[in-house]
């Protein structure tokens, strides 16, 4: 069978020479995979003019629905992915992290999408930036897609994740993605790729895909284009120092293979919970994904004093690691994606051998359950120790990507931070210890050459997701070894793929542009009270001035006899005037509760609830006798996703200012309201 590739909307074949395919259990050839003869230049094309317009005529919000009903369809297929992961020789847990892993991504980021971008085509970055004095000439950043592709290269550990991981970030940006993958486990992408052509959700350009080879494609990118890389540092230089790649200054994004750590603290001693959950952590590390994961542990850094109690407990759990086909019953760890991997984690684990004695392992020692070891791409768990990795440093520098792990002694806390940097860049490090002063030097020691650091003592290992598991929340990347790369990251991911423009301009000009009212911008009046007005009814800039209220003695002792608040600002004079304020003042929530009083419309209407408050400051403090007045403004509007049984309904966002009779502010903020949709 030979794999097909997506393009210009068609599956089609690559035609003369391919790569073939095999089992990773039974070394059977199983397929192969071409790419010959395919029109690279015209994908690129294909995804500028037709996936791209579609794409950047979405909102955030249209792009996160589709990103969920992606991950919806993909969850209900799940069944059948995990049959096709089989011959990866992944387990059903390794499948689990990549298949459930990948649709998980696509959920999350959904899910920010809506809650933390506008239902708008670009993205407003900041707050206003003063630029003049007087406040009419400010400025803004704003943030709109690139109109070229994202072109993601996969490394063959993750063939559904890592492309899951990179699409989320790019579709929700408004940016088409030509997906290629390692062509050892591409089938699965392949699998993967159909449905979601299938699914009819994608619009067309959107996505495209490539079972083999790359060909020429980097040769025709451009400044629009960006270019995310997962795999060997080295293949990610060769890639990033293309000639068209320099000359048009391409964004590249690369995630390396990195010699990560684990620590060891010194009050985390045998007997502790952190002992144990060290040790289980490092297991498991070498052992899911045999190891093959960018993110595993190579590299256990411990206490000199600890060191035969660490290997004789990593000897007794690595023993009870049974190795084989994943579908017989008992096996834990399968093979590696293929025999050439075999190839490259043995040469590589011999240059280990030759600065440190092997504690554990070895093929001779190696039992296969169900699966003949010459034939499958399996490889043992191998524990090495390195007694001077000050002198003997290839554990810092080579990289063994299996089942393989050094050991390597500390005698303070100091000498294990400059081994951990040793590395020279790595994606994650973790620490098991009880003591927080301990992990405050550790973390800032190390975190300069680290992209994820994880701290792991007996209160958060429950609920822990491991120190090789990538959250799509937090940055997944690292300095240095690791490529500099950040991949996901919240908004942070999506924001790759976007151009950040600083806008200068009047307040007017720019909340025409934004439409988020500014401070100083045009003002409309109307004499129908704002909130009496439904959601399509508003205009950003409608303001209302409201009449004034002075403040007495009487409001301010009321409110403290309500609220309890008895603070001496408020209620006893001597003190007062020993305070910053000289005499006393009105309570600042008080003044928020008048200040809603003034402008609140009391008749039922189409206000239907206080959504919350933000950014607020008291500016100035009220005193007894002052006078305030309230600017209300509407400043943004967000209409919310129809559900069924809900009155439909939108989110506007208020500018509030209180004056005092010097027309001077004494507090801001902005409040949110739910407001009736007439649809």
């Known amino acids: 069978m030979r794999l097909k590739n997506f393009v210009h909307g068609e599956w089609v074949e690559g035609s003369g020479k391919a790569t073939p395919l095999f089992h990773a259990v039974t070394g059977e050839q199983i397929g192969e995979a071409s790419t010959e003869g395919i029109d690279f230049k015209g994908m690129l094309e294909y995804a500028r003019t037709v996936g791209g317009p579609k794409l950047r005529a979405m909102t955030f919000h249209e792009r996160a629905r589709m990103l969920k009903a992606l991950a919806q369809y993909l969850m209900a297929r799940k069944d059948e992915f995990y049959e096709v992961s089989k011959p990866t020789g992944a387990t059903k847990v390794d499948s689990w992290i990549d298949i459930e892993g990948g649709f998980g991504t696509l959920f999350a980021y959904a899910s920010r999408g809506r809650r933390d971008f506008p239902d708008e085509t670009f993205f407003v970055d900041g707050p206003m930036e003063m630029i003049s004095k007087g406040g009419t000439f400010v400025g ?11 072109i993601q290269i996969n490394a063959f550990n993750f063939p ?27 089938y699965l992408t392949e699998a993967v790729g159909r449905a979601m052509v299938e699914s009819g959700i994608l619009p067309a350009g959107v996505f495209q895909l490539l079972c083999g080879g790359a060909g020429d494609l980097l040769d025709h990118v451009d400044a629009q284009d960006a270019v995310a890389f997962t795999g060997s540092a080295k293949t990610g230089q060769m890639l990033k120092t293309g000639r068209a790649m320099i000359e048009h200054s391409v964004r590249f994004n690369q995630e390396a293979d990195s010699l990560n750590f684990s620590m060891l603290a010194p009050d985390a001693r045998p007997g502790t919970e952190e002992f144990d959950l060290f ?34 407990a990593l000897t007794k759990r690595l023993a009870g690691v049974t190795i084989g086909d994943p579908s017989a019953d008992g096996v834990r760890m399968g093979p590696l994606a293929g025999r050439v991997q075999v190839k490259e984690v043995g040469q590589n684990t011999d240059k280990l051998r030759a600065a440190a004695e092997m504690v554990y392992g070895g093929f001779d020692a190696m039992k296969v359950v169900g699966a003949d070891p010459q034939r499958g791409a399996f490889f043992p768990t191998t524990l090495l120790y390195d007694d001077r990795p000050f002198e003997k440093t290839a554990p810092h520098d080579v990289e063994a990507f299996g089942p393989v792990n050094t050991v390597m002694p500390y005698a303070s806390l100091d000498e294990a931070v400059e081994l951990a940097n040793l590395g020279r860049g790595s994606l994650v490090g973790s620490l098991f210890t009880a003591d927080p002063d301990t992990a405050r030097t550790v973390v800032l020691g190390t975190a300069p050459f680290h992209g994820r650091l994880m701290i792991v003592d007996r209160t958060s290992a429950k609920e822990s997701t491991g120190h090789g598991s990538p959250l799509p929340h937090l940055i997944h990347g690292g300095p240095g070894r690791a490529g500099g790369g950040e991949e996901m990251g919240g908004v942070r991911g999506v924001l790759h793929y976007m151009q950040r423009t600083a ?11 934004t439409k988020e009212w500014l401070p100083k911008a045009e003002e409309k009046a109307d004499r129908i009270h704002p909130f009496r007005k439904y959601f399509e009814e508003l205009e950003i800039g409608e303001t209302l001035h409201t009449h004034r209220r002075t403040i007495t003695e009487s409001d301010v002792v009321n409110f403290a006899g309500i609220s309890g608040d008895f603070f001496y600002a ?12 000289e005499r006393r003042v009105a309570h600042g929530y008080f003044v928020l509760a008048a200040a809603a009083g003034l402008f609140v419309d009391p008749a039922p209407g189409p206000v239907l609830a206080n959504y919350g408050l933000e950014n607020l400051r008291f500016v100035k403090p009220v ?3 002052d006078t305030i007045q309230v600017r209300l403004t509407c400043k943004q509007k967000t209409a919310k996703e129809d559900r069924e049984g809900r009155v439909p309904q939108g989110v506007v966002a208020w500018d509030v200012e209180v004056t005092n009779q010097a027309a001077e502010p004494v507090a801001v903020y902005t409040i949110l309201t739910l407001v009736r949709r007439r649809a």
């Open 160 to 186: 559904v994740w890592g492309m899951l991981e990179k699409l989320s970030t790019s579709l929700l940006a408004g940016v088409p993605s030509i997906v290629k993958p390692a062509a050892v486990t591409s």
């Open 140 to 150: 803004r950043h704003i943030c709109v897609p690139i109109e070229g592709a994202a």
């Open 623 to 625: 005193f007894i006798g």
């Open 570 to 581: 408020h209620m006893d004079d001597v003190a007062a005037k020993e305070s910053i304020f």
């Open 503 to 513: 806008l200068q301009g009047s307040p007017t000009v720019l909340t025409k542009i």
């Open 279 to 312: 040790i289980k952590e490092v297991v498991r590390e070498m052992t899911v994904k045999a190891g093959q994961k960018c993110t595993a542990i190579r590299r256990s850094i411990v206490p000199a004093s600890m060191v035969e109690d660490v290997i004789a």
